[in-house]
């Protein structure tokens, strides 16, 4: 090892490019270390409160891109109060006032205040890239401050965040000179956008590939912006209505077909059905299709466009699209990967207009399949068995049956064969959400089978506490398990309780877990934060027997955090 | 097969149409008993002779109610909490409504804050009844939620048999923890009290229900956190209309303004909302409505104010719809309710003697 000088080493670690991997390096020796942590540029953060910026900032002193999240994803689905925590502001003030050059901050669900974004544009001079996902505290006055400080903003991604939009001044504030834009993406705003400005900026960003509009942005900017940028290689329509007859609309069928660079499409929030013909022309060459927010495209129309799009990749679409539509995408979409089926009737009663026949088709018609997100009515073990046989290579797999513990419904069983049929033949599998009546023998399987897995979610579902053991056993590379509603208790808790600090966080809610068993797991494992979420001030000091209604754990360098709210205890 | 298990309550018995259908059940003769959740955790779904533990039902059914997180619409109401709460929404805002948009639900509410203390296991088998009844479109307060499924169903599933006919309520008890039954639907189930025909025992449900239809409002409250989606999505798809997007603009008449307004209620995407702005609107022309609006920050009324805003607030917000019928706005999911308004109007509560008179009466009875 010490034959190399330290700059051949470093060379050769460039190569190594995964998190992963070059963390592996990392812990070879202390040569590889201190080499490795020098030249490392792109630094992950699972969970912000695992360690501190000041370690961070210590260790990695090249860093230029960094990504951190906040909340437990159960917050996604409101299981988190609203200010439990996740604010990024120490992390930017702690670069700021260090002699970091980052340039590119990727957040994912932590609370983001206006502040925190003036104080990144104004510190951080090289700053290029601000990507944001499911976070909220912010308002589009932070947006300004990013528009009009980071001088070499190449991408402003924002994504399902929760923003507080107070006027659409904040795209004027991208000075003149700003045109180094590649990726913008704002459709999470709800407010109303400066259309002028917008067309300025696009026209004078000749390196933008990436452009998603938001709901404001009607049909005829996106004809004027698509003359512009007909390099564009990912869109996202805005409102997409118009009179097919008008001029407009002819403009737009004829400037699309100038856009022979889109692979990327998504959007739709409001939309005219009958101008979708304009779009044709770029289905063919589709590899990425989001109509999971076009609610206003329906079954035949779903089925026309898709019926273009041979060579889609990827497809997040809502239920809608029903079994039928699913068979369609089957015979079509050859080349699909990724698939995400989401309700439409978000309110989740009613039907849900898939069933496993859709499920079952898309297996039979597209083998590439790796990755599904699934929202149905229903799941028989037959059709999982059958799903498992024609995609093995699943890495992701998660089902959501609407109906919390419904069985089987032609055999009544519980689905513990289907998921055991899952887990055992994609040998690959590194994330599973279950559903539908569970007992504890799934488990057994998923700690048989699973051997890959990083990420369980399960909710409404198992017997008893031996149904989290045979995870927590079985799963030696489980990082995250996230558990709601079912019937684990303290001595699933507390077997093996050094398990804990080889994952990321372990999410229980609504479980059999006390008070007192919390506190057994918080004295025996110092380096991990038991985090008691009590909101309704339920809890007494002292009831030992009580039952903890959310818990949340995770493996940290830095012991318990300051900016807990009063409702959380760290135990 | 899974077992449907049901226990004879042995909570307070609240209502006359709780307990005979209890009896009912086991009347039956198949043995069903109201597993509680350790119950049930006991029994896997397959094999058939769970039993009950009774002690843990009684540990579980003391702290159950408090730590749930409940959502629901604006006054739709958490069982265990104070009557003060009922007219108030999920939480998230701190205004109260000028014009109460949905006072029948205070009529609920005070029939569940009767029926909160029962135990646990007396809304099983009361969901029973407010699932078959409405046909998918049903929610309950509490952790759970869970529609019935009606059409879809396979024949097989009939078989099931114990649970009214409607299949997709056979599952939901046999595996549910006896927390969730319990907290859950007792809540539901509450609101075809008012209807004693409704709660004839299980069997009988399925049939009876549907004619009783319209005597009990489709309350929506779900389960927190599930279907796992999220909030962002929700929330967009919810205001994304189906149908043409169009701006849809109604007139808002008010009794005895000069003028009238129109409102585009695709701006909206809750009553909550709609009520705001339409406050906002015709502040000019009402007096003295907003004095028990100056309640703090929490969402605790007291119950002076609450008798003050009831009793204080002259105006109902009703509508006209499809059919030329003027109905309370509230009723009916927000979706539903766009497409069906033709025109918004607020009127005295003397002139809205149909509508609004009996949920106040509801509710003086409770405070």
New interface residues.
Partial sequence: MNYFPDEVLEHVFDFVASHRDRNAVSLVCRLWHRVERLSRQRVFVGNCYALSPEILIARFPGLKSLTLKGKPHFADFNLVPHDWGGYVQPWIEALSNSRIGLEELRLKRMVVSDESLELLSRSLANFKSLVLVSCEGFTTVGLAAIAANCRFLRELDLQENEIDDHSGHWLSCFPDSCTSLISLNFACLKGEINLAALERLVARSPNLRSLRLNRAVPLETLQNILMRAPQLVDLGTGSYIHDPDSETYNKLKHTILKCKSIRNLSGFLEVAPRCLPAIYPICLNLTSLNLSYAAGIHGSELVKLIRRCAKLQRLWILDCIGDKGLEVVASTCKELQELRVFPSDVLGVGHAAVTENGLVAISAGCPKLHSLLYFCQQMTNAALIVVAKNCPNFIRFRLCILEPTKPDPVTMQPLDDGFGAIVQSCKHLRRLSLSGLLTDRVFLYIGMYAEQLEMLSVAFAGDSDKGMLYVLNGCKKLRKLEIRDCPYGDKALLTDVGKYETMRSLWMSSCEVTLGGCKTLAKEMPRLNVEIINEHDQMEIGSEEQRVEKMYLYRTLVGPRKDAPEFVWTL | ??PLLLTADEGEQSNVSSSPTVDCISQNGSGLKECN??G???????DCSAVSSSSEEKKNNL?LK??E?R?GLPGSQSPGRTPELCLLNTGKHDEKPLFPLIPSKEGICSLLQKHVVSGNKRGFSDTIDVFSEVK????TAG?????A?S????P??V??GKFPGN??M???P????S??CSRILEFSGKILQEDPCSTNGISHNHKTASKNNSSAPAL?A?????????????N???T???????ALFVKVSMDGAPYQRKVDLRTYSTYQELSTALEKMFSCFTIGQCGSQGAPGREMLSESKLRDLLHGSEYVLTYEDKDGDWMLVGDV?WVMFIESCKRLKIMRGSDAIGLAPRAMEKTSKRI
């Avoid at chain 2, 998918?136 to 929610?139: F, R």
């Avoid at chain 2, 059409?151 to 396979?154: G, I, T």
């Avoid at chain 2, 779900?222 to 999505?233: H, L, N």
């Avoid at chain 2, 994304?240 to 169009?246: Q, V, Y």
């Fill in positions: 097969m899974s959740y350790m049930l955790s006991d029994c896997s779904s397959v702290n408090a730590t997180l959502l998918g479109s049903v929610y952790n759970w939620m869970i529609h499924t059409d879809s169903q396979p097989q599933s078989g099931q299949s997709g056979n599952v939901v046999s595996s549910m923890s927390g969730a929506k779900q389960v927190v956190g599930w279907p796992p989606i999220r909030s962002f999505r929700k967009s798809l919810a994304t209309p189906k149908n043409s997007p169009i999911p």
